[in-house]
């Protein structure tokens, strides 16, 4: 999860409105907004946030605010302006003048008076939370905390050193009814990847199945988990969704398709094709029961290091394939990671390394955290 940052130009007006949160806190500012908001509504639906703060630079005099349209529209927010030089409104709002901050996630946003455009003009300074004054303190802070290089960064250099392949066109994808991809998996046509969603991959798949779900950081956990030299089975949410999925594959360099599931996993199971489950475990049942589960944190170090639900192991999610040998396959076992995303793909990969009761905890440390559970650093 990570710092949302959208730039919305309005056009004609030549005006910039911005939208700035954080989607692991779910909270979001929308600074300048023009009248039409549904824009900065379904922006933020989009981005997984709620609006709170609405900012202003100044008292515009080339068009309508919507910042009163818009609190009005969302019900958590309030109107943040500037009160230096004296500015006066005949609305309610929250003041602000030079210094004040506000923090969304890790970012820090300083309030900065900059008069010029207009005498109450403020900007506003965005920053991470966490900063040094010491050079070699920051250094040290960031060779320790660095995160590890993605296995793909070293492919992505070459090919692109060399000069990508020029494709022209997305890479066709055979839509195959359930036999025939049956067929294909038996004949090891390719990797068997279901794009759906953590909580219907755990409602039902094919087994042997590996959960990518097909959000944007599919182009990432394919590249950290998949050979681009094998061809892609897919399954898919529906089948509308079959190129968005592969522009997300194309991104780190995966062209190869054997083929998607027509009809996806509902045809497979009219078929009478075996199906696979695995079990939603919730934060408050891990609280309750966790004595019973051997616990896995899939993230990555640096999120590890921060805070992690007490008994777990640490097992960062690349390596976790390579380790699992020393794991205890008949235990019931219990995975998590930020939101349960890469948990369920986690949880896929030890079901084909042969765990017997693997469990994923959707919301997985988000949801500890707010349901106050204790937190081990």
């Not at 943040?80 to 901050?101: N, P, R």
């Not at 994808?173 to 991809?181: E, I």
């Not at 045809?267 to 966790?290: C, K, M, N, Y």
Request: net charge negative; aromatic share 10%; charged share 25%.
């Amino acid at each position: 999860m990570s710092l949302v940052f959208e730039r919305i130009q309005t056009e004609g007006i030549a005006e910039l409105s911005y939208l700035l949160g954080d989607d692991e806190e779910g909270t979001a500012a929308v600074f300048d907004p023009t009248p039409d908001v549904d824009k900065y509504i379904e922006l933020a639906r989009e981005k997984n946030v709620s609006i709170t703060h609405v900012f202003e630079t100044h008292i515009h005099a080339d068009l309508i605010s919507g910042a009163r349209e818009l609190c009005a529209q969302v019900d958590l927010a309030k109107i943040y302006v500037s009160h230096e030089a004296g500015a006066q409104y005949g609305f309610e709002t929250e003041k602000l003048h030079d210094g004040d901050t506000f923090t969304f996630g890790d970012t820090l946003l300083t309030v900065r008076h900059t008069p010029g455009h207009t005498p109450e003009h403020i900007s506003f300074e965005v920053a991470e939370k966490l900063q040094f004054d010491d050079v070699e303190e920051f250094t040290d802070y960031a060779l320790r905390t660095a995160p590890p290089v993605p296995t793909y960064y070293p492919r992505m250099k070459k090919i692109n050193a060399e000069g990508p392949k020029i494709i022209g066109h997305l890479p066709r994808v055979a839509a195959l009814p359930a036999q025939a991809f049956k067929r294909a998996i038996e004949e090891k046509k390719g990797v068997l990847v279901d794009t759906r969603s953590m909580r219907a991959f755990g409602g039902g798949h094919i087994p042997g199945a590996l959960n990518i779900g097909g959000s944007p950081s599919l182009s990432i956990w394919a590249g950290w988990l998949l050979d681009p030299q094998d061809a892609v089975l897919l399954v898919l949410e529906n089948d509308n969704a079959v190129h968005d999925v592969v522009k997300l594959f194309v991104r780190t360099g995966y062209t190869k398709f054997a083929g998607y599931l027509v009809g996806g996993i509902e045809t497979w199971e009219s078929a009478g094709f075996p199906i696979e489950e695995i079990p939603q475990l919730s934060v408050h049942d891990l609280q309750r029961d966790g004595k019973d589960f051997q616990l896995l944190d899939v993230r990555g170090p640096g999120e590890w290091k921060h805070g992690h639900i007490p008994a777990a192991q640490h097992c960062f999610l690349p390596e976790l394939r390579e380790r699992s040998a020393g794991l205890d396959k008949t235990k019931p076992t219990a995975v998590y990671c930020a939101s349960g995303y890469r948990a369920s793909l986690a949880a896929s990969i030890l079901k084909q390394e042969g765990f017997e009761k693997i469990h994923n905890v959707p919301g997985s440390w988000q949801a500890w955290k707010k349901a106050g559970f204790p937190v081990e650093r």
